[in-house]
């Protein structure tokens, strides 16, 4: 049994603890940190906590605790865990890990210093659906990944912090592209450098500093492009959707709206439907087990056994900091509208990876272009000579 300390008692904290707590689990959350002693009372009310508090540090301090789990605002990230490094605490953290990637590689170095177990908590890597696509590409189910591409839309967070970007530290670039950027980078392969950035970002619609839409493409040193799509104004609710391109195959993931389950309501029931739905009546998509199609469930158990078995976990705050790493380019290309380079000035993966060829022999002679049956019944292969690089036909019998 591991006994945690949540800190903070917003959205996330709740979610978190939903999961952790649910389907009869055996770990608990013992105490709970919140700023303002209603919220704490009330938290440590709905889910049994033993201990409330609204200091910081006795939560991290309480000997009863094993694990602390930050789900603070993202500028807070960085004291919770230098107090778990203080008290020497295992401690998991909600995304991004750092406003940038500066903060992030702090706080992997203090982590590390301490020797404390360090989970990165990035939900949409342990959904039922990622976890399958992820296995079924190392498997070799689609070939060479050519192309990841992962959306992330929604109408915006519900709470104020998100929308100051001191406190935030930017906009939908961080708090939605940290998860696409992990996506990606599970496809790819996670020892795979990425090498550079290029990426439009603009504030479209609301009234801030930082930006509320942004697309952008991540070069890997293997050839591999990983694309994201992230955007604060999107209506419809949360939009998440993951496409692999391989050069044997292909995945499509839709993660929320539109997953097979869709309800007519006059709305008379007036019930929640699911993160981020924008309406509650009319034709609706709602999630029929949001803590399981958002990864939670699998995250924590990772991250449960993964501290048990003193091993660490498949993220890591090493993953966290790559991925700031990742986005820090993005906004400097989105400012410079140039290509950027990703500085990762730790990096544990391969180095010096050639870029993968592209030629597929069809024989000692041919590499293969192209094999097809066509609508008259033609076996056809189209080749390109490896002495003469011309390209030819051949209709097969
Ligand atoms: N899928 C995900 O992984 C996911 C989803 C949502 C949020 N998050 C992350 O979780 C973290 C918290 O987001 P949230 O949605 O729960 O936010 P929230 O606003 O719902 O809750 C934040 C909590 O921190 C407390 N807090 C706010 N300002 C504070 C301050 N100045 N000092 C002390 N405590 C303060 C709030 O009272 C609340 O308890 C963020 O880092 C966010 O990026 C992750």
Request: aromatic residues 16%; negative net charge; hydrophobic residues 25%.
């Given at each position: 049994m591991q006994r945690i300390a949540m800190l903070g008692s917003g959205f996330i904290g709740r979610f978190y603890a939903d999961s952790i707590q649910g389907l009869r689990s055996q770990d608990k959350v013992i105490s709970v940190y919140s700023r303002s002693e209603k919220n704490a009372k009330k938290f440590a009310d709905d889910y049994g906590c033993k201990y409330w508090t609204t200091n910081l540090e006795e939560a991290v301090a309480n000997p009863e605790v094993d694990i602390v789990c930050i789900s603070l605002p993202n500028n807070l990230h960085e004291t919770a865990v230098d107090l778990c490094c203080k008290y020497r605490k295992a401690v998991i953290t909600t995304k991004?890990?750092?406003?940038?990637a500066v903060e992030a590689k702090r706080m992997l170095e203090a982590v590390e210093k301490a020797g404390i177990f360090n989970g990165y908590l990035e939900d949409l890597v342990y959904t039922p659906k990622s976890l399958k696509a992820i296995e079924s590409v190392k498997n070799g189910a689609i070939g060479r990944v050519l192309w990841t591409k992962s959306r992330e839309t929604h109408p915006?967070?519900?709470?104020?912090?998100?929308?100051?970007i001191e406190q935030a530290g930017g906009g939908c670039i961080l708090d939605l592209g940290c998860h696409c950027v992990e996506l990606n980078r599970s496809y790819i392969g996670k020892d795979i450098k990425p090498v550079e950035a290029m990426c439009w970002a603009d504030t479209q619609v609301k009234p801030i500093d930082a930006e509320d839409h942004a697309i952008a493409l991540i070069k890997y040193e293997n050839g591999a492009i990983g694309q994201f799509e992230v955007s604060w104004t999107f209506r419809g609710g949360l939009d998440l959707r993951d496409e692999v391109m391989g050069s044997e195959g292909t995945i499509w993931i839709n993660s929320f709206l539109r997953t097979g389950f869709e309800m007519f309501t006059s709305?008379?029931?007036g019930n929640y439907v699911a993160?981020?739905?924008?309406?509650?009546?009319?034709?609706l998509f709602p999630v029929g087990d949001e803590l399981n199609e958002l990864g939670y469930n699998h995250m924590f158990f990772d991250m449960f056994s993964s501290i048990e078995k003193g091993i660490p976990p498949k993220e890591t705050f090493y993953d966290g900091y790559v991925v700031n790493s990742i986005l820090d380019a993005c906004y400097r290309s989105a400012k410079s509208k140039l290509w950027e380079p990703v500085n990762l000035e730790v990096w544990r993966g391969r180095e010096g990876v050639s870029k993968d060829s592209h030629l597929v022999e069809y024989d000692a002679d041919n590499y293969l272009v192209k094999e097809e049956v066509t609508h008259y019944g033609a076996k056809k292969v189209i080749l390109k000579s490896k002495a003469t690089g011309k390209i030819v036909e051949r209709v097969l019998d």
């Open positions: 991004p890990l750092g406003r940038n915006g967070p519900h709470s104020d912090w998100f929308w100051d709305g008379k029931g993160e981020k739905a924008e309406s509650n009546s009319g034709w």
